[in-house]
């Protein structure tokens, strides 16, 4: 089952979430038939976008991570609920590209090195808060650490792996957001940055041991760790025919009757878990009166 930790030192000058996101990620690659560098990128944004929304404590809030790269596999777009639950999509999943010289999967040519990194916090105001960064060079970790930094002003490491077989299926997948608290010296900065290093690449750590508390642990091995929390995470999505009838429904009578005449019916599917949810005539010219009855009150 997929995790997701939330730690502080007992310094109280560092605090850090770590996710395994093994199932989830599989999940939306099985969706949406990713090809392995597709997979790569999407569980990336997946347990980054999970860390993220975990954080959100707003009952009804949701973080919203949309990569937009100039590479070919167009926007990733990845939605948070305030649990951590995750689901997202790849415009293009069938891209395939050549490993890069040292075997790795080449996602940041894939997301592309120009674009940009866009973080929609809804925390059920008027307004969401939204930031934007350039991209750095489309891996996503680096272009999620300058967000903190240029966005929200906070000094941050951030490392996301997904590690996919030789028959393209999850082998493993997860990562590290730390972040340094007020008053950190350059001392801790060092200790951070030694932790990092000596850790290794985040695939190596979750291949050979997938508990995000372990991996926390051993990248902040210098500082003594205390968890706050440990909670469970999945690919959930939201999607109903209710909401699409609202949607249907916020199209207007003219509309859905120009779709009635062209198409007789319609069928719209989720972005996020390719449910179809079809409509016949009989349903969309009912709408229709809804709407219609409701214009005479």
Do not use: W
Request: glycine share 10%.
């Amino acid at each position: 089952m997929d995790q997701l930790v939330r730690a502080i030192t007992t310094d109280g000058m560092v605090q850090a979430v770590a996710i395994t996101s093994r199932d989830l990620t599989e999940r939306a690659r099985q969706i949406h038939t990713t090809l392995p560098v597709a997979t790569a990128a999407l569980g990336r944004a997946l347990a980054a976008a999970s860390m993220m929304g975990n954080a959100l404590k707003d009952s009804g809030a949701s973080l919203t991570l949309q990569i937009k790269g100039d590479g070919p596999l167009g926007t990733v777009l990845v939605v948070s609920d305030n649990q951590g639950n995750v689901r997202g999509y790849v415009q293009q999943p069938h891209v395939n590209l050549p490993l890069r010289p040292d075997g790795k999967l080449d996602v940041g040519s894939a997301v592309g090195h120009a674009g940009t990194l866009t973080v929609i916090k809804d925390l059920n105001m008027k307004e969401p808060y939204v930031g934007s960064v350039a991209l750095l060079g489309g891996e996503i970790a680096e272009d999620l650490a300058a967000y903190f930094v240029e966005s929200e002003q906070i000094p941050t490491a951030c490392a996301l792996g997904v590690l996919v077989d030789r028959d393209q299926s999850v082998k493993a997948a997860g990562g590290y957001i730390i972040q340094l608290l007020p008053g950190a010296g350059e001392d801790v900065i060092t200790k951070v940055e030694g932790g990092v290093l000596a850790a290794g690449p985040v695939t190596n750590l979750l291949a050979a041991n997938d508990d995000p508390e372990a991996l926390l642990r051993r990248v902040l091995s210098d500082f003594e760790v205390e968890v706050l929390e440990t909670s469970p995470v999945e690919y959930r999505c939201y999607c109903s025919r209710k909401r699409v009838e609202r949607a249907l429904l916020s199209l207007g009578a003219a509309e859905l009757e120009k779709i009635i005449a062209e198409q007789g019916g319609c069928e719209l599917t989720c972005q996020f878990c390719d449910t179809i949810h079809a409509f016949s005539r009989e349903e969309l010219q009912d709408l229709v009166s809804q709407i219609r009855g409701s214009e005479k009150k």
